[in-house]
């Protein structure tokens, strides 16, 4: 079987909920992701459009608060029945934790949708939290799961792993979503056991997933790639193409994210 997953941060649901339908109306009913993880959704499960995304066939997950972060994974009908919730949150965080991490398994797929935090500023105390957020990340899959398995950890890192996913590397370098300590952070994740997909699969690609509201950054292309989906081994060995859509971006109103899909073949 063909499995087809997507992260995308929506940057509230409630504000783009018209530009999330509208994508999954643009595409053929065949060519919809049967999986999808956003992050950001800024509301509580209760304020979830479920019903919205029912009408289009998918079963939501949410596991979100009031205001800010929160996520929401969509499967399609005809493998809800089978999902399995593995996870809300870091098994070391407080009840009143931020909203940062839902794990299902689908297909026998483990997937988990990730919103790392931002950082703020490099040096400061959220800065700080990030980091230690990033090492406790490691040690839930360390205690969790093997790298052995079919698994994917996707959604917005808040760090572009390489030059290439930057548009201006040397403005960048040392400043948040670039610093080398958050790039050493992401790749202890990788370290045990996971890919980066796209870059896998475009080696010379230069191609963003976000882009600054500000100074026109989509009409310039002054973007940076921290939108991921990274697989263990056994997956990625079943990847068979991982795509940036930028046309959401185009639109009125969008997210300053856009969806990365990558389509994998099961068998």
């Known amino acids: 079987m063909t499995l087809k997953i997507a992260t995308w941060n929506v940057n509230s649901i409630a504000a783009r909920l018209p530009i999330?339908?509208?994508?999954?109306?643009s595409l053929d009913p065949a060519r919809r992701p049967d999986v999808i993880g956003m992050q950001e959704i800024k509301c509580i499960?209760?304020?979830f459009p479920a019903g919205e995304f029912e009408k289009l066939g998918y079963k939501s997950v949410t596991f979100g608060q009031p205001t800010y972060n929160g996520l929401a994974t969509l499967v399609k009908d005809e493998l809800a029945s089978e999902?399995?919730?593995?996870?809300?949150?870091?098994p070391d965080d407080l009840e009143d934790?931020?909203?940062?991490?839902?794990?299902?398994?689908v297909a026998g797929v483990t997937v988990i949708n990730v919103y790392v935090p931002n950082g703020q500023s490099v040096g400061s105390e959220k800065y700080a939290y990030k980091l230690d957020w990033l090492a406790r990340m490691r040690n839930y899959?360390?205690?969790?799961?093997?790298?052995t398995e079919r698994l994917a950890l996707m959604g917005d890192f808040n760090v572009a792993p390489e030059p290439v996913d930057v548009y201006d590397p040397k403005f960048w370098e040392g400043r948040i979503l670039f610093s080398q300590p958050e790039r050493q952070a992401l790749q202890r994740l990788e370290n045990w056991g996971l890919y980066d997909s796209f870059r896998k699969l475009n080696p010379d690609v230069q191609e963003f997933s976000w882009w600054d509201y500000r100074q026109a950054g989509f009409r310039r292309n002054l973007g940076l790639r921290i939108d991921l989906i990274l697989t263990t081994e056994p997956l990625l060995e079943t990847c068979q193409l991982v795509t940036i859509d930028k046309e959401p971006r185009t639109w009125e109103r969008p997210s300053d994210h856009t969806p990365v899909i990558a389509t994998f073949d099961l068998g």
Do not use: F
């Open 83 to 90: 999902m399995e919730v593995l996870q809300k949150n870091l």
């Open 45 to 47: 499960d209760e304020k």
């Open 20 to 25: 999330a339908t509208q994508w999954l109306e």
């Open 141 to 147: 899959l360390d205690s969790k799961y093997a790298p």
């Open 97 to 105: 934790a931020q909203r940062r991490l839902l794990a299902v398994k």
